[in-house]
């Protein structure tokens, strides 16, 4: 079954440092996303990114985070100024469509800011 | 806003015993249901999902989610648990955006423990 996958697993970061977390979604699929997850809490929307331009963002996806797709393939979200409160684990996930289509995610990428 | 909560946190149960795993959702709207599962180490699966049509939908690896319109509900099931059961369940609630994109609403998490 075809995967979205996500580097790297585990990144350790100082606060204020830049972090790139990194998504290759599956290949047919044309809506991407990024979620998180705070230890303990609930799974969170980011933001949703479609033909080259973010389609929703939520509350959370202020001035510090930007998502790009470089190339065919790759899907990456920035941080670029990390906080404390960032630590998380970040999860990407595509879908090959709207309303109606499974979303398929990667298994995360837990970010630790000291 | 959309909400879901999922009432048991943490679920101890031994195999063969009978799993019910309780989810509620607040949304005034048509709603589309799903329950993932993350094995441990894993990346969040889908279970099973409700957009229309029988309330009552079966899923992977024995489970099944019934659709209570009237009580905001869709609980996750299963007769006889498994060893390999031992995972978190998050219910999730999508409304589409403006933009008609699907936004995944989660809750909480009900960490499940099955004792072999």
């Known amino acids: 079954e075809p995967e979205v996958t996500q580097t790297p697993s585990h990144q350790v970061t100082q606060m204020g440092q830049e972090v790139i977390l990194r998504c290759v979604p599956i290949?047919?699929?044309?809506?991407f996303y990024w979620y998180r997850q705070i230890l303990g809490q609930k799974v969170e929307f980011l933001v949703s990114?479609?033909?080259?331009?973010?389609?929703?963002k939520s509350e959370i996806f202020d001035d510090q985070f930007s998502v790009e797709r470089p190339d065919g393939s790759n899907f990456t979200l920035k941080i670029r100024s990390t906080k404390l409160e960032d630590s998380a684990m970040y999860f990407c996930?595509?879908?090959?469509?709207?309303?109606?289509?499974?979303?398929?995610f990667g298994e995360g990428s837990w970010l630790t800011v000291v | 806003a959309q909400s879901v909560s999922q009432h048991n946190h943490h679920v101890i149960l031994s195999e063969a015993a009978s799993l019910e795993l309780g989810c509620n959702y607040s949304?005034?709207?048509?709603?589309?249901l799903f329950w993932y599962v993350q094995y441990p180490g894993q990346h969040l699966q889908l279970l099973l999902k409700?957009?229309?049509?029988?309330?009552l939908v079966k899923g992977i690896k024995g489970f099944e989610a019934e659709f209570i319109k009237s009580k905001f509900s869709f609980n996750l099931r299963k007769p006889s648990v498994q060893w390999s059961d031992t995972a978190e369940y998050f219910c999730?609630?999508?409304?589409?955006?403006?933009?008609?994109?699907?936004?995944?609403?989660f809750g909480t998490g009900t960490r499940l423990l099955v004792s072999p």
């Open positions: 990114f479609y033909n080259n331009e973010i389609s929703e």
């Open positions: 949304y005034g709207g048509t709603v589309n």
């Open positions: 409700y957009f229309s049509g029988d309330p």
């Open positions: 996930a595509s879908s090959v469509g709207l309303s109606g289509n499974t979303i398929y």
């Open positions: 999730a609630v999508s409304a589409p955006m403006n933009t008609g994109f699907q936004k995944l609403v």
């Open positions: 290949s047919n699929h044309l809506y």
